[in-house]
């Protein structure tokens, strides 16, 4: 039900001009004018027709044309106010609906920024026991403190990608482009990954090949879809795996891959691992945002991302950019 | 030589605790404050060789202390480390434009906090 209380002197909403960038009921208005024209012409035209005069309505037929056109205002009049009220509650529940998106998403954002300050205090707190400030610590002890800081910083990290993904949809997200050199990228993002690779013995390879790979984009969130795609590649992979990193230009494109041995994904779900809080069943880990927040920066850039599977080979996440998006405006 | 005093202007007791603690290991004098207004007060008293100041604060927001701070002839060489929770350009762009010499994102890794500490107090 709409409230009374929520609408204005003249029964329309007064939620709607706030929502709403522009009054739709001006638009609504201009078209069933231009409407009107239509059947005022066939009045017009009838009454040219016949003896180019309003004698007409003293002739034979005239209580009937009256009666016509009585009744034909009367639907035209009636029909336009069914309609505005259709589209008066269509607004008001898209508004409603609008606005109620916006308060969860406020609540959400500022749940996790306020989990934040506990969350340091234990990782700071775990990081003082740990390095014995408190005392010395057993290596058993030292493994139940790293174990807990493993899980402090996984939570940290969905806390943060639930506030990327958050800012990216709210369309709040600041971006810089410049000239950035993916190689540059990609080295920088290989290297902290080095230490879990060498951790679960897989071995990381790169191919960079051609010159100029060098994209119009926002360096920090290039830089981010690469840690993602690799993040995801060590985590699946399994020891003594192989991963391996491609990237080159492809017709006024950056083309970069990102292949691994992971189990292969099944052909159904390589469009659904792009959906937020969408993990494959063997996963343990990880915010199930990566992909999802991969994905909406990599449209950002108006490029496209996908992933293609081969069973008994693992998995292949390819990244097409284009190099200089001012050309393409 | 004494020790290096640093002043945490931050309203989350626990955070305040650890951090404290690691600081004291590391042979810092710590002074706590937990709102905006009383973290300026002592600023001023106290003259610490650092200031690690939260954002959000308060009774006086990190923003205006800092910039009350480092507009005063006598207080603004103090270095300060911004403490928050919030990882936007635009706030950080407004804690540089205060006056705030380092920006720390939390939660952050205590060594980080080490080494940007060390950095500005030379």
């Not at chain 1, 029964?11 to 609504?28: A, I, S």
């Not at chain 1, 009256?66 to 009367?74: C, E, I, N, R, Y």
């Not at chain 2, 890794?109 to 080490?114: G, H, K, P, R, Y």
Request: aromatic share 8%.
């Amino acid at each position: 039900m709409i409230n009374k209380k929520d609408c204005g002197s003249e029964g329309g909403l007064r939620l709607v001009p706030q929502e709403l960038d522009d009054n739709p009921y001006k638009k609504f208005n201009m078209a069933f004018a231009l409407m009107s024209i239509i059947p005022f012409l066939v009045f017009v035209y009838i009454i040219a027709s016949r003896l180019f005069t309003l004698n007409i309505f003293c002739s034979d037929i005239g209580l009937i044309v009256f009666m016509s056109m009585a009744v034909s205002f009367l639907g035209f009049y009636t029909g336009y106010r069914i309609l505005k009220s259709i589209i008066t509650k269509i607004i008001y529940y898209a508004a409603k609906a609008k606005h109620s998106d916006q308060t969860k998403s406020e609540f959400v954002v500022s749940v996790a920024h306020e989990l934040k300050n506990p969350l340091t205090a234990v990782k700071v707190a775990l990081s003082n026991l740990r390095d014995g400030i408190l005392g010395p610590i057993s290596d058993g002890q030292r493994r139940a403190i790293e174990i807990s800081q493993g899980v402090i910083d996984r939570m940290s990290r969905l806390i943060n990608d639930i506030l990327d993904i958050h800012k990216i949809e709210a369309g709040k997200v600041e971006i810089s482009r410049k000239f950035c050199s993916i190689p540059e990228i990609l080295e920088k993002q290989t290297k902290e990954f080095e230490l879990i690779a060498e951790k679960k013995h897989i071995k990381m390879a790169k191919d960079i090949s051609g010159a100029d790979l060098r994209i119009w984009a926002d360096e920090d969130k290039i830089a981010r879809v690469i840690n993602n795609l690799l993040s995801n590649a060590i985590k699946y992979t399994p020891e003594y795996g192989f991963i391996k990193m491609s990237t080159y230009r492809s017709d006024g494109f950056i083309r970069m891959e990102v292949e691994d041995t992971a189990a292969a994904i099944p052909h159904d779900d390589l469009e659904k691992i792009f959906d937020k809080f969408n993990r494959l069943e063997s996963s343990a880990e990880g915010t199930g945002l990566g992909l999802a927040i991969a994905k909406d920066i990599v449209g950002m850039h108006k490029g496209e991302i996908w992933a293609e599977s081969r069973p008994e080979r693992g998995n292949k996440f390819i990244v097409m950019l284009p190099s200089d998006l001012r050309k393409r405006c | 030589m004494g020790k290096k005093k640093i002043l945490i202007i931050e309203d989350e007791r626990d955070l305040v605790d650890a951090v404290t603690l690691r600081l004291e290991a590391n042979g810092y004098e710590v002074i706590a404050s937990y709102d905006g207004e009383d973290g300026l007060g002592k600023a001023r008293k106290e003259k610490p060789d650092l200031i690690i100041l939260d954002l959000m604060l308060p009774k006086m927001d990190g923003y205006k202390v800092c910039g009350l701070l480092k507009l005063n002839e006598k207080y603004k060489k103090i270095p300060i480390i911004m403490f928050t929770a919030r990882a936007q350009e635009s706030d950080i762009k407004l804690g540089q434009e205060v006056g705030a010499d380092a920006y720390i994102i939390k939660p952050f890794d205590s060594q980080v906090l080490l080494d940007k500490i060390k950095e500005l107090i030379k």
